[in-house]
């Protein structure tokens, strides 16, 4: 079964030059975001899994298909960790 991602409703983010500014409104700690990160963000407007997002960000940037994924994974769990991701 794959597991669907969304923001954690307790995150705040605003456009910023080049990327996305977050504000994790329980902790109080900001996570600036680049370009990539700030895309992978959008995405995770509504609920989607991991492999839509590597999908989506292998057509369009010019990436190998190892090096996204590991990025992709990477970020969600540090996501994850910051309390800025709701997993269902």
Known sequence: M???LQRSKGALGSAVEGGVL???ARSGQYHELNPVASRIWDLL???TDEDTIVATLLA???VSP???REEV???LKLLDQRGLLTAG
């Open 73 to 75: 994974t990477a970020f």
């Open 60 to 62: 369009e940037y010019d």
């Open 2 to 4: 794959t597991r669907m």
């Open 22 to 24: 977050l504000l994790n």
């Open 66 to 68: 190892a090096d996204c």
């Open 45 to 47: 407007d509504q609920p």
